[in-house]
């Protein structure tokens, strides 16, 4: 049992490993709406993180703090067990949301400011060049 165990975290493990690697993006090769698109998808990303970060340790800390003013000011076993679970189903469900909401925060993040270095890479132009394009001339 615990061989068949192994084998199937060892096959889950390369799959996702191969799955990781797959959506990977080679930026330099995209073009600027490419560009523009994956920055917009990228702060997309960041701003679902933080927003799942900050409601789920907002929450945490309410939750903890309800669960505090209970835990001090009941004497009673019955009620005090009645009023702390909503904290703890609380709890339960938001660490997981906080959990998650920090590496998407941090890859959005991340995604961006490679979005932004690539854009200034695509829009360089050399402090004294005078050539804004390709000139043509034609003289008769």
């Known amino acids: ?7 199937v ?5 390369v799959i996702l490993i191969s799955m990781e690697s797959i959506a990977q993006k080679r930026i330099d090769t995209l073009n600027i709406d490419q ?16 927003a799942a970060t900050l409601f789920g340790l907002g929450a945490l800390a309410i ?9 001090l000011g009941t004497r009673d076993r019955q009620t005090y067990g009645m ?6 189903v609380g709890a339960g469900i938001l660490a997981p949301c906080a959990a998650v909401g920090v590496p998407l925060w941090i ?5 961006k400011k490679r979005a932004d270095i690539q854009i200034q890479k695509l829009s360089y ?11 043509l001339t034609v003289r008769f």
């Not at 049992?1 to 084998?7: F, P």
């Not at 975290?9 to 493990?13: D, E, G, N, P, R």
């Open 1 to 7: 049992m615990a061989s068949l165990m192994k084998k």
């Open 9 to 13: 975290l060892v096959a889950i493990t």
């Open 35 to 50: 560009l523009n698109k994956y920055k917009h998808n990228a702060v997309k990303l960041r701003n679902a993180g933080r």
């Open 63 to 71: 939750g903890g703090t309800y669960a505090l003013a209970v835990t």
């Open 83 to 88: 009023q702390v679970v909503p904290a703890i």
């Open 107 to 111: 890859t959005g993040a991340n995604r």
């Open 125 to 135: 132009t050399p402090a004294n060049s005078k050539s804004f394009g390709l000139r």
